[in-house]
Nanobody
Framework: QLQAFGGGLVQAGGSLRLSCTAS????????MAWFRQDPGKEREFVAA????????SDVDSVKGRFTISIDNAKNTMYLQMNNMKPDDTAVYYC?????????????????????WGQGTLVTVSS
């Protein structure tokens, strides 16, 4: 079971760090990712670990501001978000692909992940 937390209200320009914990799973064994979703919009890829390599969205709105990391000792995945903007407002989800068969081209595809956390709301005020 995945659980994402750390969301909240932050002013534009501020920072926030989201956490995702997994019960019954060892994060380092799986492909895992962060996505975000605005109401009425499709779920958007933010960052991922694929075969222990990190990837961050190359969309200009995210690139260079978000960093994904893992603390294997705590079995926790993080998303550090800096210089936040009102457009970052969304529900953020962590996800895991446990089969180990994900190919690189599927990293950004939400359908490639088979386990999801409940989401944590991030609101950035202008």
């Amino acid at each position: 079971q995945l659980q994402a937390f750390g969301g909240g209200l932050v002013q534009a320009g501020g920072s926030l760090r989201l956490s995702c914990t997994a019960s019954g799973r060892t994060f380092g064994r799986y492909n895992m990712a962060w996505f975000r979703q605005d109401p009425g919009k499709e779920r958007e890829f933010v960052a991922a670990f694929w075969r222990n390599r990190s990837f961050t969205s190359d969309v200009d709105s995210v690139k260079g501001r978000f960093t994904i990391s893992i603390d294997n000792a705590k079995n926790t995945m993080y998303l550090q978000m800096n210089n936040m903007k009102p457009d970052d407002t969304a529900v953020y989800y962590c996800a895991v692909e446990t089969g180990g068969r994900m190919i690189l081209s599927s990293v950004k595809n939400p359908s490639a992940y088979n386990a999801w956390g409940q989401g944590t709301l991030v609101t950035v005020s202008s």
